[in-house]
């Protein structure tokens, strides 16, 4: 069963068992929401914990596709790309996965997502400024199976991305 939106490299489907996290675990999870770079020995000492339980935790939580890659803490600013928008895309059902595929290999595109409703794709990216975003629409555009896009430029972040009231909750 192929399923080029939640798939693998090879565009296979990638079932992900995702368990759910005991209270020990969204404690370490809130410990490195905090503060990333916190190492195992303090973490487990001040969550109470023996530092093999806090390894072990680790261990599982990262194999387990619970945490994002390291990349995601990087602000796009940093790199030269302060300019932020979300693209709706229109495809040709029959090519869905070339156009994924094509999108994975445009590095401005940071996430992109399969919405219900009318919209096929809904991507976000970043560019250096408004011209560089009217390229990088055209190169999305131009993407084997888009028939459509339509941009909107991000004016403010209002409410970054977080998962420490989640953690809480």
Sequence with gaps: M???I???E????????????????????AALDDDPRRPVALLA????????TVHARLARLESGEYLRPHSARVRPEALGRGVAASILVELDQHQIGAAIEALRGVPEVLECFAPAGDTDLLLRVVSTDPDDLYRVAEVVRLCPGILRTSTSLFLREVIPYRVSELLKA
Excluded: C, F, H, S
């Design 10 to 29: 090879r565009g296979e489907a990638v079932v992900i068992e995702m368990a759910r996290l005991d209270e020990t675990d969204r404690r370490i999870l």
């Design 2 to 4: 192929v399923n080029p």
């Design 6 to 8: 939640n798939g693998d």
């Design 45 to 52: 000492q001040d969550l109470g914990l023996a530092r093999g």
